[in-house]
């Protein structure tokens, strides 16, 4: 016993180790176990349908049964999993999956009592992918202050049909189903409008519409941004016009709106006892302003009607038209009114009348008026006899600064009509002084005026012509307020040395009332003058310019315009240095160098007068430098020179000039080196023997900017060497002298010539020739006075016409 004991207890400990080590261990089936799946059935976008068979003939209890999945192969327990709730048998599992169009993997399993878990075949199936919208809005349209539109297509691909769709809208960004405010347009695919309505003015909304599939998924369009319109003045003017001719149940009534904002209805309103409102009997006619005209139906025959035009705004704001009247036809009969408008108005009396056409019977008719609107027979009234046609009556016994309603009004077997009301306004008792003119300088003056008195004044200001007595309807004028008082007033639009007329104003209810006409004349314009500022500064590409202005001071545009041909404009190259006058300073850049630029200052006047200054030039730098070559084989009347060019030069001319004094330039000699080479040299002809020459190499730019080399100096050879022979045999009246010369040139007059002063020269003072030709000559000098002191030069004049003098010799004669 003892042994089998422990036996016993041994197998026990083996059993617990072996369950132990063997839990959730993947186990095959045994032969005599059915462990098996079917392909999935009902696959969905998000679930689908399992069937299985599990039944198991082993010596173990099984615990656990049921299918385990994933979306990877071979799934076990420790992935998703159901379970199920019978022993063995068949089974079927419905599963719900988290994502469309997917791939998912099962196997169907059961535990024993021992922890092995034994997993059968494996299937695959993949999700129906799931319904995609395709959901597109347009932009808002018909936007009003509370209103708006938005059409949208919806379109879808897939599996699922589109059970609800519509638009959600709100103040935020991407309003969801379920916010402040939604509108559902039915199911399915298509186009659709949605009328927002209810909105706030001058706001912003953001909208999009939205599809939720059959399974719950719901999906937005693009979002739309919309601002509604700001709250604008509904301030439209309607005008009811006299009805022509009803028949006994229709009428036709005409009317037209003027005025700002949006109407959003219009129409005729009609009753048969005054004042119609759209809360009676209407016919609409459409919306916003212009002509209409509404067909009134289903009227009463021989009925006094009432009838006035109407109009809504977005907001719902109701503006009626002035009212009329119409009877319906009965019997043939017939009655049209039209209205005339008051004339020859004064503080107590005006002239009113009106036309009364149609057929029948008129026993009486006459105008009634008041202080109040529509008034009737009631009130007060004047008969004009009976029967139809043209009438005026005078109504008298008015009140200053009122304002009188007046209607027509017949009486005929039918009772009393009425026709159109029409008002007028008695004159205010206002008094308008009309203010000096002052700051005159045109364009502009100062004006204004004061008005007392009886009335309200609803704006005022002045008005002005250049005739006399301007009014509002043909002048020029100003608004400046309201109300009685002073006001000052800017007057615009002057010209000069033109005489102006200018009275002050003032409207009332009674009309307009004008001040004293003042006189006044604009100044004689002051022409611009304007110099020009030599160019400074001058760079290759830039120079600074300039101008001063004086005269005139109304000067809105001044600076320098330039151009590379004379009489450069401002549709030219130009700098703006501001305005006024005075003087100024501008930069000229963008130039070329190497060129010759032509500029003048210029000013434009308040009129568009454009001044110009006196016309200057200027050269830019060139992009290249010269240097003078010294002057070589010399001579008495010729030299060698010429220059050396560093850098880029586009010439037209290079060469050498000269002069005897230093600087010289193209404006005195010059010689034109022809040859197109850097370095080039010239020959210096027609010089002068002993004469020190200063030269300077030039190049002429093709854009005529002549650029100068360095300054040299050189002396030419001498002409001819003149020695003067000392004075002898003196007198009271004469002297024996002469000459020596030599010379390489031709001597074609020799002499000498004497004065009283120092340095005698030919053809100013005394002189005696004595030939030609070189050498010693003798002369006899006669005619001279006593007790004199003389200077006397020998002196010879060579081929090119060059005098030469000789040293001076100083001699008095004998007294």
């Given at each position: 016993?003892?042994?089998?004991?422990?036996?016993?207890?041994?197998?026990?400990?083996?059993?617990?180790?072996?369950?132990?080590?063997?839990?959730?261990?993947?186990?095959?089936?045994?032969?005599?176990?059915?462990?098996?799946?079917?392909?999935?059935?009902?696959?969905?976008?998000?679930?689908a349908?399992?069937?299985?068979?599990i039944?198991?003939?082993?010596?173990?209890?099984?615990?656990?049964?049921?299918?385990?999945?994933?979306?990877?192969?071979?799934?076990?327990?420790?992935?998703k999993?159901?379970?199920?709730?019978?022993?063995?048998?068949d089974?079927?599992?419905?599963?719900?999956?988290?994502?469309?169009?997917?791939?998912?993997?099962?196997?169907?399993?059961?535990?024993?009592?021992?922890?092995?878990?034994?997993?059968?075949?494996?299937?695959?199936?993949?999700t129906?992918?799931d319904?995609?919208?395709?959901?597109?809005?347009?932009?808002?349209?018909?936007?009003?202050?509370?209103?708006?539109?938005?059409?949208?297509?919806?379109?879808?691909?897939?599996?699922?049909?589109?059970?609800?769709r519509?638009?959600?809208?709100?103040?935020?960004?991407?309003?969801?189903?379920?916010?402040?405010?939604?509108?559902?347009?039915?199911?399915?695919?298509?186009?659709?409008?949605?009328?927002?309505?209810?909105?706030?003015p001058?706001?912003?909304?953001?909208?999009?519409?939205?599809?939720?599939?059959?399974?719950?998924?719901?999906?937005?369009?693009?979002?739309?941004?919309?601002?509604?319109?700001?709250?604008?003045?509904?301030?439209?003017?309607?005008?009811?016009?006299?009805?022509?001719?009803?028949?006994?149940?229709t009428?036709?009534?005409?009317?037209?709106?003027?005025?700002?904002?949006?109407?959003?209805?219009?129409?005729?309103?009609?009753?048969?006892?005054?004042?119609?409102?759209?809360?009676?009997?209407?016919?609409?006619?459409?919306?916003?302003?212009?002509?209409?005209?509404?067909?009134?139906?289903?009227?009463?025959?021989?009925?006094?009607?009432?009838?006035?035009?109407?109009?809504?705004?977005?907001?719902?704001?109701?503006?009626y038209?002035?009212?009329?009247?119409?009877v319906?036809?009965?019997?043939?009969?017939?009655?049209?009114?039209?209205?005339?408008?008051?004339?020859?108005?004064?503080?107590?009396?005006?002239?009113?009348?009106?036309?009364?056409?149609?057929?029948?019977v008129?026993?009486?008719?006459?105008?009634?008026?008041?202080?109040?609107t529509?008034?009737?027979?009631?009130?007060?009234?004047?008969?004009?006899?009976?029967?139809?046609?043209s009438?005026?009556?005078?109504?008298?016994?008015?009140?200053?600064?009122?304002?009188?309603?007046?209607?027509p009004?017949?009486?005929?077997?039918?009772?009393?009509?009425?026709?159109t009301?029409?008002?007028f306004?008695?004159?205010?008792?206002?008094?308008?002084?009309?203010?000096?003119?002052t700051?005159?300088?045109?364009?502009?003056?100062?004006?204004?005026?004061?008005?007392?008195?009886?009335?309200?004044?609803?704006?005022?200001?002045?008005?002005?012509?250049?005739?006399?007595?301007?009014?509002?309807?043909?002048?020029?004028?100003?608004?400046?307020?309201?109300?009685?008082?002073?006001?000052?007033?800017?007057?615009?639009?002057?010209?000069?040395?033109?005489?102006?007329y200018?009275?002050?104003?003032?409207?009332?209810a009674?009309?307009?009332?004008?001040?004293?006409?003042?006189?006044?004349?604009t100044?004689?314009?002051?022409?611009?003058?304007?110099?020009?500022?030599?160019?400074?500064?001058?760079?290759?590409?830039?120079?600074?310019?300039?101008?001063?202005?004086?005269?005139?001071?109304?000067?809105?545009?001044?600076?320098?315009?330039?151009?590379?041909?004379?009489?450069?404009?401002?549709?030219?190259?130009?700098?703006?240095?501001?305005?006024?006058?005075?003087?100024?300073?501008?930069?000229?850049?963008?130039?070329?160098?190497?060129?010759?630029?032509?500029?003048?200052a210029?000013?434009?006047?308040?009129?568009?007068?454009?001044?110009?200054?006196?016309?200057?030039?200027?050269?830019?730098?060139?992009?290249?430098?010269?240097?003078?070559?010294?002057?070589?084989?010399?001579?008495?009347?010729?030299?060698?020179?010429?220059?050396?060019?560093?850098?880029?030069?586009?010439?037209?001319?290079?060469?050498?000039?000269?002069?005897?004094?230093?600087?010289?330039?193209?404006?005195?000699?010059?010689?034109?080196?022809?040859?197109?080479?850097?370095?080039?040299?010239?020959?210096?002809?027609?010089?002068?023997?002993?004469?020190?020459?200063?030269?300077?190499?030039?190049?002429?730019?093709?854009?005529g900017?002549?650029?100068?080399?360095?300054?040299?100096?050189?002396?030419?050879?001498?002409?001819?060497?003149?020695?003067?022979?000392?004075?002898?045999?003196?007198?009271?009246?004469?002297?024996?002298?002469?000459?020596?010369?030599?010379?390489?040139?031709?001597?074609?007059?020799?002499?000498?010539?004497?004065?009283?002063?120092?340095?005698?020269?030919?053809?100013?003072?005394?002189?005696?020739?004595?030939?030609?030709?070189?050498?010693?000559?003798?002369?006899?000098?006669?005619?001279l006075?006593?007790?004199?002191?003389?200077?006397?030069?020998?002196?010879?004049?060579?081929?090119?016409?060059?005098?030469?003098?000789?040293?001076?010799?100083?001699?008095?004669?004998?007294?």
């Amino acid at each position: 016993m003892k042994k089998t004991g422990i036996a016993i207890w041994l197998m026990l400990i083996i059993s617990l180790v072996f369950l132990q080590g063997c839990d959730n261990n993947e186990v095959g089936p045994k032969s005599q176990d059915v462990v098996k799946v079917y392909p999935a059935a009902e696959i969905g976008t998000f679930s689908a349908s399992v069937s299985v068979t599990i039944t198991t003939k082993g010596i173990f209890t099984v615990i656990e049964k049921g299918i385990c999945w994933d979306t990877n192969s071979k799934p076990d327990v420790n992935d998703k999993k159901v379970i199920a709730t019978a022993t063995t048998g068949d089974f079927k599992f419905t599963l719900t999956l988290p994502e469309d169009n997917k791939d998912y993997y099962v196997r169907p399993y059961f535990k024993d009592d021992f922890g092995n878990v034994i997993y059968g075949n494996e299937i695959t199936f993949k999700t129906l992918k799931d319904l995609t919208l395709s959901i597109v809005s347009q932009a808002p349209t018909d936007i009003t202050e509370i209103t708006a539109t938005i059409a949208t297509s919806i379109s879808s691909t897939g599996v699922g049909t589109i059970a609800s769709r519509g638009l959600v809208w709100g103040e935020t960004e991407n309003p969801v189903v379920g916010g402040s405010f939604q509108q559902e347009t039915g199911s399915g695919p298509g186009d659709f409008s949605v009328d927002l309505k209810q909105l706030s003015p001058n706001r912003k909304y953001y909208a999009r519409a939205y599809g939720t599939s059959n399974t719950g998924k719901t999906s937005y369009g693009n979002t739309v941004a919309f601002s509604t319109l700001p709250i604008q003045p509904f301030t439209v003017t309607l005008v009811t016009k006299d009805v022509p001719g009803a028949s006994s149940t229709t009428a036709n009534v005409s009317a037209s709106i003027t005025g700002t904002g949006n109407v959003a209805d219009r129409g005729v309103c009609v009753n048969k006892t005054g004042n119609p409102t759209i809360l009676d009997n209407k016919a609409s006619a459409g919306k916003g302003t212009g002509e209409f005209t509404a067909s009134l139906t289903g009227l009463t025959q021989g009925t006094i009607y009432y009838a006035r035009a109407y109009a809504t705004s977005n907001l719902g704001q109701t503006v009626y038209g002035n009212q009329v009247m119409f009877v319906t036809a009965l019997g043939g009969a017939s009655f049209s009114f039209s209205t005339k408008a008051v004339t020859n108005i004064t503080n107590t009396t005006a002239v009113a009348g009106a036309d009364l056409q149609g057929n029948g019977v008129v026993a009486m008719k006459g105008i009634c008026w008041g202080t109040s609107t529509l008034p009737t027979v009631a009130n007060n009234k004047i008969e004009a006899g009976a029967g139809f046609g043209s009438y005026n009556v005078t109504l008298t016994g008015l009140t200053t600064s009122t304002k009188y309603y007046v209607r027509p009004y017949a009486v005929s077997s039918g009772g009393t009509i009425y026709g159109t009301e029409v008002s007028f306004n008695t004159p205010d008792q206002l008094t308008v002084i009309t203010s000096a003119v002052t700051s005159i300088n045109p364009p502009g003056a100062v004006s204004g005026g004061s008005i007392t008195g009886t009335g309200t004044v609803t704006s005022r200001g002045v008005v002005w012509g250049a005739t006399s007595n301007p009014t509002m309807e043909n002048n020029s004028r100003t608004i400046d307020g309201s109300g009685q008082g002073s006001f000052t007033s800017s007057i615009g639009g002057l010209t000069w040395n033109r005489t102006y007329y200018v009275r002050a104003y003032a409207v009332s209810a009674g009309g307009v009332t004008y001040g004293n006409q003042v006189t006044f004349t604009t100044p004689v314009f002051v022409a611009t003058s304007l110099t020009t500022t030599a160019a400074s500064s001058i760079t290759k590409t830039s120079a600074t310019a300039g101008g001063s202005v004086t005269g005139s001071t109304l000067i809105t545009s001044r600076g320098v315009c330039w151009s590379t041909s004379s009489a450069p404009t401002t549709s030219n190259s130009k700098t703006i240095d501001g305005s006024g006058s005075g003087s100024f300073t501008s930069a000229i850049t963008g130039l070329t160098p190497g060129t010759l630029y032509y500029f003048r200052a210029y000013a434009i006047d308040v009129n568009g007068t454009t001044t110009y200054g006196p016309l200057l030039t200027f050269s830019t730098q060139a992009d290249f430098t010269l240097t003078t070559t010294a002057a070589t084989f010399i001579t008495a009347t010729s030299a060698v020179a010429g220059g050396t060019i560093t850098g880029t030069a586009n010439l037209q001319e290079r060469g050498v000039c000269w002069s005897t004094s230093p600087n010289p330039s193209t404006g005195n000699s010059r010689i034109n080196a022809s040859a197109p080479t850097v370095t080039y040299t010239a020959q210096l002809n027609g010089l002068l023997g002993g004469t020190t020459y200063y030269i300077r190499a030039y190049a002429i730019t093709t854009g005529g900017t002549t650029v100068y080399g360095n300054e040299l100096s050189f002396t030419t050879t001498a002409a001819a060497v003149v020695t003067t022979t000392t004075p002898t045999s003196i007198t009271i009246s004469s002297a024996l002298t002469g000459g020596t010369i030599s010379s390489t040139q031709t001597i074609t007059q020799r002499g000498v010539v004497w004065g009283t002063a120092p340095n005698p020269v030919k053809g100013v003072q005394a002189s005696l020739n004595s030939g030609s030709g070189t050498g010693t000559f003798t002369l006899n000098v006669t005619g001279l006075s006593a007790n004199v002191t003389y200077y006397i030069r020998a002196y010879a004049v060579t081929s090119t016409g060059q005098t030469v003098y000789g040293d001076q010799k100083v001699f008095t004669t004998l007294p």
